[in-house]
């Protein structure tokens, strides 16, 4: 596969489903280790060219969060998102499942669904498909 | 390396223009400089013109109107600091040698262009996945609550100082007064921002010539002012998990306008900043080394960025009264700052304004900080 096609396909389908477990598809540097996700096609740390994919753990922390009350036409509002921080020393922005308002510093896993995007798609499809939720142990782990 | 001046400074009223064009906007604000100026339409060697949504040659459109036609014209899109990077731009090819006498001109015509909020492009993932302007400097605020203790009451004391600062400024597009209280009341756009703490849509335009030594002297008269420095920089590739109320790309071109200059954050007297939302100005200040880190909102409440405060910040109203048209905001803080250092600015004036500085960031890509940063130092 060349990298733009494994670029391409990234783009459709960003994560793998792993025993029930949403894994979303990373590159990282082979020569200085730095993640990307979604993955590019050179590390900006080091200047080199074709990062290996990974998949991240299926758990992060929110570092961040908001609830978006206004967006364009194409989003249900309101809808939360949140900045989730990853072991693999990563941020992403995802969109949350559910009603309660997200919290900082609380465990989430990822989770399959349409998100706040008023779209006919199949779930997988695209990068709007994924969401966190709150995992069942994960509540209230503390602040910062 | 020549010296570069302002010797002319232009600006349309901010707001609502349904009835006229970009084209119309800017070429009221070149003419308005020009003749500030003293120069005419054929002493312009060159021109540079910051815009983002108004589609090909916006400087070509302005400039024919305004009737300036065949010298180099570029036309600049960096999202909202276009404006400004017009400047940078105008400034560097007359420290170059190459011109005398360089127009920088922003332009933007919103109303009716818009539904909703502001989105980083589309093709970009957090845009596809629900992420708007407000979202991220939402994200940015709860960080800012969770670390310093920041709260909703003072960032609509940054709101309010804006809105009332506008009302001393004829050009800007809010008259009346808003208190935290009607701040807070307004409706809410993304957890903790309320309306009155996002900048609104607007149109206008503001132009600036910029003039070498040898050209400000030929034209004589005492009220140019001095561009210090003039520093551009981009985003870098978000790498890691960054402390999101730090601001490195505003440091990075602060840094470099400072050194450039010789004047550094205690020297600055007052500045214009990219308040696009009330957090953002928080973070601009912070990340200009003008306010500690963390503590700007709580100072707020206490009068220190007031007009009459230690350094007033956003005296003429900032992004949030006076308006904001996306390219023409980087020229436009630029013209607030000449005109307070001129002794101009009527009721808003600064007492002994001699060194000013006006920050324009904008932008949001996916995988990077922020998309550009200028930092701008003018002095008398």
Same mark, same amino acid.
């Given at each position: 596969m060349t990298s733009m096609e494994a670029a391409t396909a990234m783009m459709k389908r960003p994560y793998e489903v792993e025993g029930g477990l949403v894994r979303l598809r990373a590159g990282r540097c082979p020569e200085c280790g730095a993640v990307y996700c979604p993955a590019r096609l050179v590390c900006d740390g080091c200047g080199h060219r074709g990062l290996e994919e990974i998949l991240l753990a299926p758990?992060?922390?929110?570092?961040?969060?908001?609830?978006?009350?206004?967006?364009?036409?194409?989003?249900?509002?309101?809808?939360?998102?949140?900045?989730?921080?990853?072991? =693999?020393?990563?941020?992403?922005?995802?969109?949350?499942?559910?009603?309660?308002?997200?919290?900082?510093?609380?465990?989430? =896993?990822?989770?399959?669904?349409?998100?706040?995007?008023?779209?006919?798609?199949?779930? =997988? =499809?695209?990068p709007h498909a994924l969401m966190v939720a709150w995992t069942a142990t994960g509540k209230g782990e503390g602040d910062v | 390396m020549s010296d570069v001046?302002?010797?002319?400074?232009?600006?349309?009223?901010?707001?609502?223009?349904?009835?006229?064009?970009?084209?119309?906007?800017g070429a009221a604000a070149v003419l308005e400089a020009l003749d500030d100026a003293g120069v005419s339409l054929g002493d312009i060697e060159a021109a540079w013109v910051g815009s983002v949504f108004q589609g090909m040659a916006m400087g070509q459109r302005a400039l024919g109107e /305004?009737?300036?036609?065949?010298?180099?014209?570029?036309?600049?899109?960096?999202?909202?600091?276009?404006?400004?990077?017009?400047?940078?731009?105008?400034?560097?090819?007359?420290?170059?040698g190459e011109y005398d006498v360089v127009l920088a001109l922003g332009v933007e015509h919103l109303t009716g262009a818009f539904r909703g909020a502001f989105t980083p492009d589309e093709s970009d993932v957090e845009a596809q996945r629900g992420l708007t302007m407000p979202a991220v400097?939402?994200?940015?605020?709860?960080?800012?609550?969770?670390?310093?203790g920041t709260t909703s009451e003072q960032l609509a004391a940054i709101s309010a100082k804006n809105k009332r600062n506008a009302v001393a400024n004829p050009l800007a597009q809010f008259k009346k007064p808003v208190s935290v209280d009607e701040v807070l009341a307004s409706r809410m756009i993304a957890d903790p921002l309320h309306l009155q703490e996002c900048a609104p849509v607007s149109d206008g335009a503001a132009a600036v010539v910029l003039a070498s030594k040898r050209k400000r002297a030929a034209l004589g008269g005492s009220r140019a002012v001095r561009l210090a420095a003039s520093a551009l920089k981009s985003g870098r590739a978000e790498v890691g998990l960054k402390d999101m109320t730090v601001e490195d790309l505003t440091w990075r071109a602060a840094e470099e306008a400072y050194e450039r200059s010789g004047i550094g954050p205690s020297d600055v007297r007052f500045a214009e900043v990219h308040d696009?939302?009330?957090?953002?100005?928080?973070?601009?200040?912070?990340?200009? /080394?003008?306010?500690?880190?963390?503590?700007?909102?709580?100072?707020?409440?206490?009068?220190?960025?007031?007009?009459?405060?230690?350094?007033?910040v956003n005296g003429s109203g900032g992004l949030l009264g006076k308006g904001h048209p996306l390219g023409a905001t980087g020229v436009a803080q630029v013209v607030e700052v000449v005109r307070q250092l001129r002794g101009e600015a009527g009721a808003r004036q600064i007492p002994g304004a001699r060194v000013g500085l006006a920050h324009c960031r904008g932008g949001k890509a996916q995988g990077v900080e922020g998309t550009a940063c200028t930092v701008n130092i003018l002095t008398v």
């Open positions: 758990r992060g922390t929110i570092y961040t969060f908001t609830t978006v009350h206004q967006s364009t036409p194409e989003f249900r509002t309101p809808y939360h998102l949140c900045y989730v921080d990853f072991d =693999e020393q990563v941020r992403v922005m995802l969109p949350a499942a559910g009603d309660e308002r997200p919290r900082i510093g609380e465990a989430v =896993e990822i989770v399959l669904g349409t998100g706040p995007r008023l779209v006919d798609a199949e779930p =997988e =499809e695209g | 001046y302002v010797v002319g400074a232009g600006m349309t009223p901010f707001g609502k223009h349904p009835d006229k064009t970009a084209a119309e906007l /305004g009737g300036i036609s065949g010298i180099p014209i570029t036309n600049v899109e960096n999202a909202c600091s276009s404006g400004s990077t017009a400047i940078w731009g105008a400034a560097m090819s007359i420290k170059a400097y939402a994200m940015r605020a709860q960080r800012h609550f969770a670390q310093y696009c939302f009330s957090i953002a100005e928080a973070l601009r200040v912070e990340g200009l /080394g003008l306010f500690p880190h963390g503590e700007y909102p709580a100072r707020v409440v206490k009068g220190e960025a007031d007009l009459d405060g230690r350094l007033p």
